[in-house]
């Protein structure tokens, strides 16, 4: 709309507030998690070098919007070729429908077991495992049976929900309870950061921009580690940029036995 006077309802400069609201909790939250879990994200960063380095295979597993992060780790642009996403039918996305049926899914028992067992998972192989409550049987399950088979396991998940909600595992225990490098996301019961006068629930999450950022910060320290031992780090580069293609084609083709996305 043109002209000098401001003719928006008055909610809507609140809603700019809230805005900067979100974005103050967002950056906060980045601040604890990269000072706080430093330790956690270099030692993850590190077993993923290690099995890269001993020829081994990379999954990433997040159920609902954990998969989010987990997807976003798998064929990117300026990320590890080698990570390969370990799915789960119908708990993926929101794309299954009812999407309800995706959070029904996530509670039932030996869905990972068979999951793992069909998987070309094998022992000294690293599976990161996001979940931000690490209460469902799924993700408990998922890192149950992948210590049984011999797996790697880095769980990505919200420490605080073990203290404050039951499990819904038959174990009693959470994710964080069987991984052996554990991220804590600093994430607050419920995943809302907000709260204003006038709206009945708490809202905006921020878990997705958090546990992307922790994934990222977990590569990008793998890809150091590997350079530092003098291994190129199989990267990718965007497609869209000159000799993309090409670069990423000689990717593919030196790692084709441990990257599965494309068979």
Same mark, same amino acid.
């Given at each position: 709309m043109s002209g000098g006077s401001d003719s928006r309802p008055a909610g809507q400069h609140g809603e700019n507030a809230l805005a900067r609201q979100y974005f103050d909790a967002a950056i906060g939250l980045l601040q604890r998690v990269r000072d706080e879990e430093a330790a956690n994200i270099a030692a993850a960063g590190a077993l993923i070098a290690d099995t890269v380095a001993a020829g081994g295979h990379l999954f990433a597993f997040g159920a609902g919007h954990s998969s989010l992060a987990a997807q976003d780790v798998v064929y990117r642009a300026g990320g590890l070729a080698l990570m390969n996403l370990l799915a789960v039918p119908g708990t993926?996305?929101?794309?299954?429908?009812?999407?309800?049926?995706? $959070?029904?899914?996530?509670?039932?028992?030996?869905?990972?077991?068979?999951?793992?067992?069909? $998987?070309?998972?094998?022992?000294?192989?690293?599976?990161?495992?996001?979940?931000?409550?690490?209460?469902?049987?799924?993700?408990?399950?998922?890192?149950?049976?992948?210590?049984?088979?011999?797996?790697?396991?880095?769980?990505?998940? $919200?420490?605080?929900?073990?203290?404050?909600?039951?499990?819904?595992?038959?174990?009693?225990?959470y994710l964080k309870d069987h991984c052996d490098i554990v991220i804590d996301s600093k994430i607050a019961i419920g995943d809302a950061e907000l709260a204003a006068e006038g709206i009945e629930a708490p809202f905006a999450p921020a878990s997705t921009v958090v546990t992307s950022a922790l994934l990222q910060a977990v590569m990008a320290t793998a890809a150091g580690e590997l350079a530092a031992r003098g291994i190129e780090p199989p990267l990718l580069r965007s497609g869209n940029v000159d000799g993309g293609h090409e670069w990423n084609a000689r990717v593919f083709t030196e790692y084709a036995d441990r990257i599965f996305y494309r068979h």
């Amino acid at each position: 709309m043109s002209g000098g006077s401001d003719s928006r309802p008055a909610g809507q400069h609140g809603e700019n507030a809230l805005a900067r609201q979100y974005f103050d909790a967002a950056i906060g939250l980045l601040q604890r998690v990269r000072d706080e879990e430093a330790a956690n994200i270099a030692a993850a960063g590190a077993l993923i070098a290690d099995t890269v380095a001993a020829g081994g295979h990379l999954f990433a597993f997040g159920a609902g919007h954990s998969s989010l992060a987990a997807q976003d780790v798998v064929y990117r642009a300026g990320g590890l070729a080698l990570m390969n996403l370990l799915a789960v039918p119908g708990t993926v996305g929101v794309d299954v429908v009812p999407a309800t049926l995706g $959070s029904a899914l996530e509670r039932v028992d030996g869905l990972a077991s068979a999951v793992l067992d069909t $998987s070309p998972a094998r022992p000294g192989d690293t599976l990161v495992i996001i979940s931000l409550s690490g209460r469902n049987a799924l993700p408990v399950e998922m890192a149950m049976k992948a210590r049984t088979l011999g797996l790697q396991t880095i769980g990505v998940t $919200s420490v605080a929900y073990a203290g404050e909600t039951k499990s819904r595992h038959a174990s009693g225990t959470y994710l964080k309870d069987h991984c052996d490098i554990v991220i804590d996301s600093k994430i607050a019961i419920g995943d809302a950061e907000l709260a204003a006068e006038g709206i009945e629930a708490p809202f905006a999450p921020a878990s997705t921009v958090v546990t992307s950022a922790l994934l990222q910060a977990v590569m990008a320290t793998a890809a150091g580690e590997l350079a530092a031992r003098g291994i190129e780090p199989p990267l990718l580069r965007s497609g869209n940029v000159d000799g993309g293609h090409e670069w990423n084609a000689r990717v593919f083709t030196e790692y084709a036995d441990r990257i599965f996305y494309r068979h």
